[in-house]
């Protein structure tokens, strides 16, 4: 689906910079407005400026995107349901470097399903919530103990609804 998104937005792209195109060309030759001839060198070196930065600039930051689409057929699948006062996640040992898909459910009342790292920093997280499966996929780089801790209170035991996944 999202392949077939991106060819028919770089077809629309094309057309729309063809109509541009077509425009420039047979638009009539410039005549700077007097009072703002003398910046009109100035404005073209900044209009062409930010042109370049602006390619660089996504050229450099939306490669790598959208990250894990790619890789969706070899992720590993984990399943997570909240419970008062428990996680039930299954496998709890997944393999480092691959992509995990983690399918996040509640079983009684809204909990927050949130992955640490070894550190104690956030990783991701999602809700758990009865009726509902939500997704989330993530690869982990480094082998470890990661924690995860409920982020919704869930009543009187939230506090200890602890558990892990080993990432070996
Ligand atoms: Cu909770």
């Known amino acids: 689906m999202q392949s077939y998104v991106l060819v028919i937005s770089l077809l629309l792209m094309i057309v729309v910079a063809a109509v541009f195109w077509w425009v420039v060309g047979h638009s009539a030759a410039n005549a700077e407005h007097e009072p703002i001839r003398h910046v009109e060198g100035y404005r073209n070196g900044l209009f062409r400026g930010l042109v370049v930065l602006g390619i660089v600039v996504a050229v450099g930051t939306l490669r790598p995107w959208p990250y894990g689409v790619s890789a969706a057929d ?95």
């Open 74 to 168: 070899d992720a590993v699948i984990v399943t997570a349901t909240g419970s008062q006062w428990s996680w039930e996640i299954a496998p709890q040992e997944v393999p480092v470097g691959r992509p995990i898909t983690f399918k996040v459910t509640g079983d009684d009342v809204n909990h927050g399903f949130g992955v640490y790292d070894p550190d104690g920093t956030i990783l991701f997280q999602t809700q758990a919530m009865p009726g509902y499966v939500n997704q989330v996929r993530y690869t982990f780089t480094k082998p470890g103990q990661y924690r995860v801790l409920c982020m919704e209170y869930c009543g009187l035991v939230h506090h200890d609804m602890i558990d892990k996944i080993e990432v070996k």
